[in-house]
């Protein structure tokens, strides 16, 4: 069977206003949120795109130096930064700069920022549940839905030519969407780092 081709598509654009640090670059075990999740994605995806905004530059010189200092040079390789230059209008606008550099793939993995602690296994159980009779894979734990989102190739377009404006809940509303829920015991895709206090928790 052939395999799927999917690119990883991390967001990193915001502000981080309400945590009072620049998200993307905290810390988790020892490593930013944006290089944890690096290193998990390489071992499903064939390219990562990771969309900038606030702060791209240190992001950006920050991330490509902690790969080298331990030697990730592969890793690197199969990053892009594209930088949105209009992320304080939302989050969509940057899932829209993100598909806009997707080339060639049958699925992208649509991944906040803050779920650094989603464990590998998550991903290569996740990516398992690909099929082609749907192009909307979400986890949901106790029938409460998760991230991050596996979107299918079809959708892409549908994506890129909606308004700015709009957002997943109403692209999941087009009758060209076939959901797939797949029910897991990771409750790891309900993180949501937003404050100083959801940070001190982890």
Known sequence: ??????????????????????????????????????????????????????????????????????????????????FNESFQKGMFTSLQKGISEVKNCDWILYHFVDQPGLPENFYLDFIKQAERDYNWLQPVNKDQKGHPILL???LFDLIADSSPGSNLREISKNPK??????????????????????????
Not at 177 to 202: H, P
């Open 177 to 202: 969407v076939k959901k797939k829920y797949w029910e897991c015991y990771y409750k790891e895709i309900f993180q949501d780092i937003d404050t100083e206090e959801d940070y001190l928790k982890i």
């Open 1 to 82: 069977m052939k395999r799927h081709k999917i690119y990883g598509l991390i967001l990193s654009a915001g502000l981080s206003g309400r945590m009072k640090m620049f998200k993307p670059l905290a810390k988790y075990k020892g490593k930013t949120f944006l290089h944890n999740i690096i290193i998990k994605l390489d071992k499903i995806c064939d390219e990562i795109i990771i969309v900038t905004g606030f702060n791209s530059d240190e992001l950006k010189t920050e991330t490509i130096k902690s790969l080298k200092n331990e030697n990730q040079f592969e890793v690197i390789n199969k990053i892009k930064f594209t």
């Open 152 to 154: 299918g190739k079809e």
